[in-house]
Each structure stands twice: as C-alpha cells, then as structure tokens.
C-alpha cells in the first residue's frame, strides 16, 4: 500500500469499535483524530457518516487543529444506527494552490506554475462525475490559454478558485480509518425520563388490603400532576411460596406475608404470568395503556432468578445448580443466605434453549406493551448474553430501553452500559460532598463513558437508605432530591418512600429500611402531601419546561467563594435556554456568598448584564457584576433554579 497519511487515535471509538457510541435524534457526535502525513505535502481528511438505510455516505471535511489534531461533527436525525468512518488524503492541488500564492506575493513568475495547476486540475476531474469535472477542465483550460497569463493569475487568486480548491480535494494515497465505529440513535426518553417507583400491593386505598393494577390506576393522576413519566413497578409476577421470607427478610414467613415479589415463580406461574392478587393480564395491560395515554410509560422489572417452586425448575432442571445431597442451590453471598431465590445457571450445556427462553419472556412483556425494563442485578449474568438479548429484543422493538441495576465495580457497570443497557445505576447515592459530586460528574460528562454510560440518578431504592438519608430531616431529602433532579436528566425514586422521608435504619449498621417494603405490604395516605412533595412537583414541571434540564452532558461547574454552595450551568447548544443553579450543601443553616459569571461559557461580552429568574419562587434578579450575592435557608429551600437572560452577548 502506498497510503502516505496516518490516522490514528479516532474518538469516539469505544474498544477498537467493538461497541456503538449512544445518541438520541438531534444530538451531535463530535469525531476528532491525530492525523499526518510523511514529507510536507498538505494533507486534508474528512469525516463519512451514513444512516444504516443509507447506500451513500455523506462527507464532511475535517478541520486541522493544534498538534495534528483534525475535528468535524454530524448530527444524528433518524433513529437507528449510524456507521461513520475517518479519510485522509495527500491533496497536491492544496499544496500547490498554497504555493502559487506565496510564489505570486514574491513577485516570481507564475507561468510554468499556471500549467502545474492546470494538471492538477484535470487529475482531480478524473475524481468527480461528469458535472463538476467538466467545471475543473474548463478552469484547467483558462488556466493555459495563450495571451492570458494576468487573467489566468487573477482566476487563481479569486474567492471563486479558493472554493473549488476546497471543496473538490485531489485525493491521493488515501487512507480510510474503518473499524466498524456505529453510533445507536435511540428513543428521545433515553435522555430525559423522570422516574416513580412504588409497589403495586401497597396501593389499596383502605388498610389491610393487598393492593390491584386498579389502584394503581387510581394513583396515575397523582404521578401524572407530580410530574413523573415513568412508573416503575417491582416484578409483577407469581410469588413463591417455597422458603418465602417474612417481614424484614426473616428466613419464615407468617401466614399472610406476601413474601418478596423477586422470588419469582410458583404453582400459579413464572416470569411470563401475573401474581393473581394484583389482578389479570389484561388489567396490566389496561394499566399500561391508560397510563400512556397520560404521558406515563410502566416499567417492569426484568429479574432473571427463580423461586424454589418456580416451574421452570420442574421443567429444565438443567438449568440450575444441584448439590450433592439432591437439593437445589440457593443463591448466597456469604454469609447472607436468600433462601427464597435460586439463582439461574447461565453455564448450563443447554444455554442456548436458555437464552431463547428468556427472550421470549422479554418479548412477551413487550407484546402487552412494556417498552421499559429496570433490569434486576444484571451483573450477575454473562455479558454476551445481555449484548446478544438486548440486541435481539430492539430489532423488533427499537425503541425498548433497559435500566442496568448494578451498584458494582466501575468496569463492570462500564461494560454492562458498552454491551447495549440504555440506563444505568450510579454512585450518586454516595457522593454526598460537593467535591465529589464535582468530580463525579466530570468523569460522567468528560470522559469516555460519556459516549456510552447514560447515568440515572437514584437517591434511594428499596434496598438502599443512604447513610445521609438515616434520621435526616426534610432539608436533605430536599437537598439530595434536587441534585439528582438538576445535575442528571434521568432520575428517579424509590417514591413514597422518599416523599414521606421515610428515614429510619435496620439495625444491623447497613444501608437498609428498618420495615423494609420488600417484605410486606404497606398503606400509604397518598392523598397526604408535603413540603417535599410540593418541590418534587415543581421541579420535574421545571425541568419539562426548561430544555437545558433535559441533557445530561451540558453541565458546567462555576466558581462561588462558600465551599456550601455548589454552582453549574446548564444551556442548550445555540444558549436559547440556559439554567443555572446553586444548591446550599448546608442542610442546617442558611448559606450566603458571591458566585462568578461564566463571561466566556455564556458569551457575555463588556459589562455583565444578566436578568436572572428564580423558577422556584419566581423572584426576578438584575445581575451587573461579575460576582453575585446568592443565599440559601435550607429550611425554606435548597437551592436555586435560575433561568438566565442575556441583556449583552456576543
């Protein structure tokens, strides 16, 4: 081969192209590369994307940049994949046109030069159809034409040659940096969905009943009006009997404990059947159906583990672990021990039936009409199997999304995202300091993993009462809600839990409920609101008013001169929207201090003039300096939601 340019360190390129980037429509994918060539000829390169229903690729031309270092862009407009690649080119017509001119400046003659061109012209219309080659031997013939030496040279130094010159490269010794690099556009609720989890049992309206798909029906105005599109339900199906826990995990049950609903499976059905006290199939489906129509998608929860007296167990034995006395295996995690639960063997001579099987039980849920999955410890099962179901799943339901639940190891949670998981978990539940919320977030919006790792922030689950959370007041429950609610654009709750601050520990010293929801069944007054619930409302309206709320990868930390108070930036890529907020991390006194002006992020030119709206409470601010007064009383609010009009620009 005699390609003479190289190219090397293409981003994004997530392992080697091994797996796609992540997009949703309209939002841009940013290519850079170090690119160069042998000698000092110019070289030029350019970025080629096509729609995966597209023949024809579409190219722009990169520009060079600092150290060899070439960008270009493309927006993603349809849903589906997107294959894009990197080219490089020696160009001797560039290098010649660059020369002309500093030959021309100093006064040279210019007419063997002329005649150069002119060759060159004619071997780049050997490059392009018919139309425009016949443009470039036209120009390479004036080029020529006898007596027209000074016309021939002012053509060359006209805007209309530096055009051709640029927009009809000759392409030499080219080399194409191909490795399989795809970017998935999927649905819009990708990036911005707000998220309410309760369990269906715990929704009947007077005590002692064990709650329906009907009252849960009851309830969707209520999740509506507070601003949530998704409501997620722990598993809806058959509860085992066998070995089922009481209240608070306790290894026997009482009559009448319903048992956890993630023990799946019993005389009554499996993963593809609905535990009868919550009602009929075709109730979960009118469930879901309503609920769209509100606005609201039901999520399922997908956990791929078995009760003792789950049928799968009777009819694919091979499918789980046996011990040597004839007794099957639990799942364990030394010590604990979940009596309740057998874990599926995903190394069984028999996978393949396996994982057909556990398709067919996503396909099933999709056909009633889920198209969101909060996928129960993923983590736990093989990484091709994920990459291979999950793609199989989205080539009939492409706009299907799946929530990875794995608070593991960052690599782990890395390649559960890479293999196709649309959401993930995060550590947000435990970054508690401003600096390390700072940090976190850089790595999220910084790093590689912004390409593939889309972060959906929890402040509590049914397994987990953060420590901060433990006997905390209304302020940092607030406090904590906000920031998930403003620094990620997928969030979510474990809901009436939070809402009414339920803040007591087990204990056993761990990040667990005292009472814990898993395990019994509740009654709620959900007619009760508070001061959490009247924030919770206005913010998630905030946020499906303001578009820079609904992006994750926009947030800019700014400079304030009260370690309490934690400042960032949120706007739309053309600044039509942008959104600041300060949140007060003090949860016991009030906090005051003066936060900088991004002058160069908002393109603010001369003196500051900003007119600043607090959504929150509607107070209207004037700022002119380049450091502003701010203050926060946690008991009234944790932070401010700023909207951000710019008087003066450039």
Same mark, same amino acid.
């Given at each position: ?11 994004? $390129? ?45 190219? #722009? ?14 927006? #993603? ?44 012209? /004619? ?29 021939? #040279? ?89 070995? /089922? ?31 009868? $006290? ?10 879901? $159906? ?118 593991? +190891? ?24 401003? /600096? ?83 395990? $019994? ?127 003066? +620009?450039?």
């Amino acid at each position: 081969m005699r390609n003479r340019v190289v190219i090397e360190n293409v981003q994004p $390129e997530i392992d080697h192209g091994s797996y796609f980037i992540k997009r949703v429509p309209g939002e841009r994918v940013d290519v850079t590369a170090d690119i160069f060539g042998d000698g000092h000829d110019h070289i030029r390169a350019s970025l080629l994307y096509r729609h995966e229903s597209q023949k024809r690729w579409t190219e #722009v031309f990169m520009e060079e940049g600092i150290n060899d270092v070439w960008t270009a862009s493309f927006k #993603v407009e349809q849903k589906g994949l997107y294959h894009y690649k990197v080219a490089g080119w020696i160009d001797h017509l560039l290098h010649w046109y660059d020369g002309f001119l500093k030959k021309q400046e100093a006064g040279q003659d210019m007419k063997v030069e002329l005649k150069i061109g002119a060759g060159f012209l /004619r071997r780049a219309a050997a490059q392009y159809p018919k139309p425009k080659a016949k443009d470039l031997k036209k120009m390479a013939d004036q080029l020529e034409e006898e007596g027209k030496y000074d016309e021939a #040279v002012q053509l060359v130094l006209s805007p209309g040659f530096k055009q051709v010159v640029e927009s009809t490269p000759m392409k030499q010794f080219e080399t194409t940096y191909d490795h399989n690099l795809r970017v998935r556009v999927g649905w819009e609720k990708e990036m911005f969905s707000t998220w309410y989890e309760l369990f269906p049992r715990s929704t009947a309206q007077e005590p002692g009943r064990h709650g329906t798909f009907k009252d849960v029906e009851r309830l969707l105005p209520r999740v509506q009006e507070m601003g949530f599109d998704v409501l997620y339900m722990p598993p809806v199906h058959p509860i085992g009997k066998v070995n /089922r826990k009481g209240k608070n995990n306790s290894t026997n049950a009482q009559p009448g404990e319903p048992g956890s609903p993630w023990a799946i499976g019993s005389d009554e059905g499996g993963h593809k059947a609905i535990h009868p $006290e919550l009602g009929t199939q075709e109730d979960y489906e009118a469930l879901i $159906e309503k609920a769209r129509g509100m606005g609201i998608e039901v999520a399922l929860d997908l956990a791929f583990q078995c009760a003792p007296d789950h049928p799968y167990i009777k009819e694919h034995p091979e499918w789980f672990v046996w011990r040597p006395d004839g007794t099957i295996a639990y799942a364990e995690n030394p010590p604990k021990k979940y009596q309740d639960i057998v874990p599926i063997n995903f190394e069984t001579e028999d996978w393949k039936n396996l994982w057909e099987e556990l398709k067919s039980v996503v396909i099933h849920w999709c056909e009633a009409g889920i198209r969101i999955f909060r996928v129960d410890n993923p983590h736990t099962k093989p990484f091709r199997f994920w990459e291979w179901c999950i793609a199989e799943v989205q080539k009939q339901y492409p706009d299907t999304i799946f929530l990875s639940e794995a608070f593991t +190891r960052p690599k782990v949670m890395a390649e559960l995202a890479k293999v196709g998981f649309n959401h993930s978990y995060t550590y947000f539940t435990w970054r508690n300091t401003r /600096r390390e919320l700072e940090e976190y977030m850089t790595e999220l919006t910084r790093t590689e993993s912004r390409e593939y790792f889309r972060p959906n922030f929890w402040p509590n689950t049914p397994d987990i009462l953060a420590y901060e959370l433990m006997n905390a007041g209304p302020s940092t429950f607030a406090k904590r809600f906000m920031l998930a609610a403003t620094l990620s654009s997928n969030y979510g709750m474990y809901g009436p839990s939070y809402e009414f601050m339920e803040h007591s520990p087990n204990t056993n010293g761990k990040e667990e409920y005292l009472n814990s929801e898993k395990y $019994e069944t509740r009654h709620y007054d959900w007619n009760h609101r508070n001061r959490l619930t009247e924030l919770i409302t206005k913010v998630n309206h905030i946020r499906k008013e303001q578009p820079a709320l609904q992006d994750t990868w926009n947030i800019h930390f700014t400079r304030t001169d009260n370690e309490s108070l934690m400042s960032y930036v949120k706007l739309t890529e053309d600044k039509s929207n942008i959104i600041w907020c300060v949140v007060n991390f003090d949860t016991d006194y009030r906090q005051s201090g003066f936060v900088e002006v991004p002058k160069e992020l908002l393109g603010v030119t001369g003196n500051v003039n900003l007119r600043v709206t607090d959504l929150l409470t509607g107070q209207i601010y004037h700022w002119f300096n380049e450091w502003n007064y701010v203050e926060l009383n946690p008991d009234q609010l944790p932070g401010h939601i700023f909207k951000v009009e710019l008087n003066n +620009r450039r």
